[in-house]
């Protein structure tokens, strides 16, 4: 999962396609759209056999404030390689207090950083 977050980052879309299970990868992608990440927050994980899910939250500027994706994605192990398969998600709009971390990742209070 980390490493199809940090694809997202990098704009990789070849490597997010060659780590989507062939029977759910789109035709094409393109990450002309996607919003500037700035974190990954990994909630839960859980695995049965060559199963596997994944929860977890991404972070990412939404004009001056920020937004979060959140996601249960699904993967399977196929030849000692997980795959994705699919994700059920969510969006919101982050809103963190003065004293919490500064979610563009810097390591300081939200207050003497991005407010």
């Avoid at 700035?38 to 972070?59: K, M, P, W, Y």
């Avoid at 939404?62 to 969006?91: A, C, H, I, M, P």
Wanted: with cysteine; glycine share 10%; charged share 25%.
């Amino acid at each position: 999962m980390r490493s199809r977050y940090a694809a997202f980052v990098l704009d990789l879309p070849d490597y997010l396609r060659a780590t989507w299970h062939q029977s759910t990868r789109p035709q094409t992608l393109t990450l002309a759209d996607s919003p500037e990440w700035t974190g990954l927050q990994i909630l839960d994980t859980s695995e049965s056999g060559n199963r596997g899910r994944v929860h977890f939250r991404a972070l990412y500027r939404l004009g001056k404030g920020w937004g979060f994706l959140e996601e249960k994605s699904d993967f399977v192990q196929e030849q000692g390689r997980w795959y994705y398969l699919r994700g059920d998600t969510s969006e919101g709009q982050l809103k963190p207090g003065r004293n919490d971390a500064c979610p563009c990742g810097s390591g300081r209070k939200y207050k003497t950083c991005c407010l």
